[in-house]
């Protein structure tokens, strides 16, 4: 017994030591950046932190990419596709679309008051010029350019909440906190909800000049592997369009993440931005923010009349543009489910036989709780209960 | 909420199949299915209730849906244990996952660009092969990837009130979709797949005299002769015994 248990216990150790190993490793090494270049060496992407082949980015000018090397602090990536961005302009709707989109429920822009909820997952994110410090502990300046970016919807004439709620330190576990923050503001039924961040790269990868006045570009992150993954993308790629057209060049691109869902599956309009950097001012952020605030009313329908759906009214997709990112989501879901099962299936029983009889059993006793079992009395089905509990 | 049907469908299937997994795992925590569904009927009223415990010096509440149902559902399960070891290894798993969350949250790249798993995800499995290891049960999956998570979110107001900062510890704020609940469905999960393989490997679960009718041959079941009484002879019996406790 006493060797079991060592044995147990130095797994544990073992596996307790093994993860803090295979954190330390990924820790980020401060002032550090990474450089994608294309095939013929160009520069396409910075970004602040260590990218990993098989992450995805769309730049500025909407070209894909997708990470195929990594060496030190510079990556190689490969052309993807360019993407079409204008089939996910918002667009005027036909009255034969009103009318489609009204059938399947979808409700006026007006009922619902384009209300647009602000979080900060790490409200510690700070602009060092400015702020003096790239992270200050549940002030952050990351939460002043919140508040510009609420103040300017709402001269725009749509209602903000703005949760100021602190969720440090800045760890692994902040968008877990964040989590719950983001459930408190869902109750308030918000049409939109953005978390703001700030990135860490060198100042010059945001800074641009838009009509005349210095201010930082915004990039939009979408948790590549979230549940609902594929249709917050095709929000991403609404919102780019929308920012595209009133100021080209705003939108630094959009990043694919890999390490979550960033708590976009919780709404399906919900954006991770990164406003400027930590070299940056923040009051060019502000500057960033507020011009990145002229497209939301666009998208939430306040001046065209719908949200721009990328294929179709419904949002299932369309014969020209395929299938809508809620289509492939649903399809996703549909087929892990189905895939989990099998694989159950396959490993508890080991033959198609057992798997049928396994299936057979599920089928005529497992719900016989809620039922009834088939062909059994009202006594025999006590009896069932009991059995079920052991 | 002025939304395309493609989106509302998706919502519903996701809620749906989330909802539907949970029952399905729930059904193997000593409930039935009427009982798994009365829980998940509770965790989502629960999660509109939230519990204000403290202000100072740093605020903590607890949410019903999100953490005290799970929890006293978790807390029930030691309480119902067949034996002493089996509600040890249970609360010594429980605080093995709060160590690796606390550790973890602290040194696992936390940027999006950088990080390579969801967090719920990384710590319910933890949480599943932690417990398992030390339990070899799934319902000790289920205790530590819960109460471990809880641990983990007392340890972090701890932290909060000693250093100072600012911050909210909500506990299980998210309610049904809060990483508490996700991390021991997933831990469930976690514990399903590991035991169903070993039983696989090793020829399926050992057979006894009380196989409880219904069950089928390749299930795996609780014999009362394995039942651990000294510890000389579980060592002798260690080998045998494998594949009982799985549940």
């Known amino acids: 017994m006493n060797k079991y248990r060592l044995t147990i216990f130095l797994l544990v150790i073992a596996l307790v030591l093994g993860v803090y190993a295979c954190a330390t490793a990924h820790e980020r090494a401060d002032g550090k950046y990474t450089t994608i270049l294309d095939e013929n060496g160009v520069t396409v992407f910075v970004t602040g932190w260590k990218v990993e082949v098989g992450d995805e980015f769309i730049t500025e000018n909407n070209k894909r990419y997708e990470v195929t090397g990594v060496n030190g602090e510079q990556a190689i990536a490969r052309f993807i596709s360019d993407v079409d961005i204008s089939m996910y302009t918002p667009h005027n709707v036909t009255e034969v679309e009103l009318r489609l989109g009204r059938l399947f429920g979808s409700q006026s822009a007006d009922a619902q ?7 900060h997952t790490h409200d510690d994110e700070s602009y060092v010029p400015t702020d003096g410090a790239e992270s200050i502990a549940g002030k952050g300046g990351v939460l002043q350019v919140g508040n510009v970016f609420a103040s300017t919807l709402e001269a725009k004439g749509m209602p903000v909440i703005h949760s100021l709620a602190t969720h440090d330190p800045h760890d692994d576990m902040a968008y ?18 953005f978390d703001v961040h700030r990135d860490a790269v060198p100042p010059e990868v945001y800074k641009t000049n838009i009509n005349g006045q210095d201010c930082t570009k915004v990039q939009l992150v979408v948790g590549k592997y979230g549940p609902t993954g594929k249709q917050i993308e095709d929000y991403a790629l609404q919102l780019k369009s929308a920012s595209d057209q009133q100021h080209p060049g705003l939108v630094k691109g959009i990043f694919f993440a890999k390490g979550g869902d960033y708590n976009q599956d919780l709404h399906p309009r919900s954006m991770l931005l990164e406003v400027g950097a930590h070299t940056n001012d923040r009051a060019s952020a502000e500057r960033g923010i507020a011009l990145f605030a002229d497209a939301i009313p666009t998208i939430l329908g306040q001046t065209s009349g719908t949200p721009g759906t990328p294929s179709g009214t419904t949002g299932f997709g369309t014969n020209g ?3 809508s990112g809620s289509s492939k989501n649903i399809g996703w879901i549909a ?3 189905v895939a989990g099962v099998a694989a159950f299936l396959f490993i508890s029983t080991g033959s198609f036989k057992e798997a049928k009889g396994k299936l057979k059993q599920f089928g005529s006793t497992e719900f016989a709780n809620f039922f009834g079992p088939k062909k059994k009395t009202k006594g025999d089905n006590d009896e069932d209960d009991t059995q079920e509990k052991s | 909420m002025n939304m395309p049907i493609g989106m509302i469908v998706l919502l519903v299937v996701g809620v749906l199949v989330y909802f ?19 829980v998940i009927a509770a965790i989502i009223v629960g999660s509109f209730i939230t519990i204000p415990i403290t202000r100072t010096p740093s605020v903590l509440t607890i949410n019903v849906g999100g953490a005290i149902i799970p929890a006293i559902l978790a807390i029930w399960l030691i309480y119902k244990a067949d034996e002493t070891a089996e509600r040890v290894r249970a609360v010594l798993a429980s605080l093995l996952v709060a160590a690796t969350v606390l550790l973890g949250s602290r040194y696992l790249p936390y940027e999006p660009e950088t990080m390579f798993m969801d967090p719920k995800l990384i710590y319910g499995i933890a949480a599943g ?7 070899r049960s799934r319902r000790s999956a289920f205790v530590g990837g819960i109460l471990g998570i809880v641990f983990s979110d007392i340890g972090h107001y701890v932290f909060l009130a000693q250093s100072g ?3 909210v510890t909500s506990i299980g704020g998210a309610g049904a979709f809060d990483v508490v609940v996700i991390a021991g469905l997933v831990a469930i999960a976690a514990a399903e797949l590991v035991g169903e393989t070993r039983e696989k490997l090793q020829g399926g679960p050992v057979l006894g005299p009380h196989r409880p009718e219904g069950l089928f041959e390749f299930s795996e079941e609780l014999d009362p002769k394995s039942k651990r009484s000294s510890d000389e002879k579980e060592e002798s019996n260690s080998q045998i015994n494998r594949g009982d406790e799985n549940e």
Not at chain 1, 113 to 119: H, N, W
Not at chain 1, 176 to 193: G, H, N
Not at chain 2, 20 to 38: E, I, N, S
């Open chain 2, 20 to 38: 539907g997994v949970t029952q399905r795992l729930l059904d193997r925590m000593r409930l039935t299915d009427k009982q798994a569904l009365m």
């Open chain 1, 113 to 119: 008051g384009g209300k647009v909820a602000i979080y």
């Open chain 1, 176 to 193: 877990e906190r964040s989590r719950r923050t983001v459930m408190d503001l869902l109750k308030e039924q918000p049409a939109a909800i």
């Open chain 2, 129 to 135: 092969l932690i417990a398992y290891i030390a339990g």
């Open chain 2, 165 to 167: 900062i600012s911050g």
């Open chain 1, 321 to 323: 543009a395929g299938p």
């Open chain 1, 335 to 337: 087929g892990i489910l």
